[in-house]
């Protein structure tokens, strides 16, 4: 089982920058596969970026690709979610994701198990 808080959103002006954190407890977060979702107010939760056990594979929403970016790093027990360009669209409640499996590369959209609070995101000048 693991825990997930993250940390890290606020308020940024258009074209600006973030980088969200997920902090997992527990002592096989390495074994999971990881993602970042958002919901914004009247809309359904949507698919952001996903990243395997191994970091080898990421996965992007096609809204995202090329201004986000999705790492981990398994030491520290933390994912990451680095944000540039950032649009008034992208504003949110960003939330992470993780999903145990045996597959280093395996980068799901759907099926995880376990869920952080959430991260407010706004995007405004």
């Known amino acids: 089982q693991v825990q997930l808080v993250e940390s890290g959103g606020g308020l940024v002006q258009p074209g600006g920058s973030l980088r969200l954190s997920c902090a997992a407890s527990?002592?096989?977060?390495?074994?999971?596969?990881m993602a970042w979702f958002r919901q914004a107010p009247g809309k359904e939760r949507e698919f952001v970026a996903g990243?395997?056990?191994?970091?080898?594979?990421?996965d992007y929403a096609d809204s995202v690709k090329g201004r986000f970016t999705i790492s981990r790093d398994n030491a520290k027990n933390t994912m990451y979610l680095q944000m540039n360009g950032l649009k008034p669209e992208d504003t949110a409640v960003y939330y992470c994701?993780?999903?145990?499996?045996?597959?280093?590369?395996?980068?799901?959209?759907?099926?995880?198990?376990?869920w952080g609070q959430g991260t407010q995101v706004t995007v405004s000048s």
């Open positions: 527990g002592r096989t977060f390495s074994m999971y596969a």
């Open positions: 994701a993780a999903q145990l499996t045996a597959n280093s590369y395996y980068t799901p959209r759907r099926g995880f198990n376990y």
């Open positions: 990243i395997s056990w191994s970091g080898r594979s990421t």
